[in-house]
């Protein structure tokens, strides 16, 4: 499967924001989408996941309450949305497939777009 992550841009702190992941092929329902994050100088790191048929979910703590991840499976894509941004949440955005992972291990991901950026200004 190919992605593609778009939607970021410069906003300003406690803005909303959503995030889309397109992906290619005819079997994405098969998979675990996930978005994760890397700041500049920091390790890339969790922050959602989601199974193929929608029905669970799973968020870093730090963006529980605050981000929503979502799918549509008929168009391909996964999205999300961040709400109440902080400078901190400033990075570049990816997002993630796997066919035999639900969890928060970034190498468990076989397949990842190409990042979106997200600058957040106080």
């Known amino acids: 499967v190919q992605l593609q992550a778009f939607g970021g841009g410069l906003v300003q702190a406690g803005d909303s924001l959503r995030l889309s992941c397109a992906a290619s092929g005819r079997t994405f329902s098969h998979y675990v989408m996930a978005w994760f994050r890397q700041a500049p100088g920091k390790e890339r790191e969790f922050v959602a996941s989601?199974?193929?048929?929608?029905?669970?979910?799973l968020y870093a703590d730090s963006m529980k309450g605050r981000f929503t991840i979502s799918r549509d499976n008929g168009k391909n894509i996964v999205y999300l949305q961040m709400t109440s941004l902080k400078p901190e949440d400033t990075a570049v955005y990816y997002c993630?497939?796997?066919?035999?992972?639900?969890?928060?291990?970034?190498?468990?991901?076989?397949?990842w777009g190409q990042g979106t950026k997200v600058t957040v200004s106080s």
């Open positions: 989601i199974t193929g048929d929608a029905r669970s979910t």
């Open positions: 993630a497939a796997t066919l035999s992972y639900y969890g928060r291990t970034t190498s468990m991901y076989q397949y």
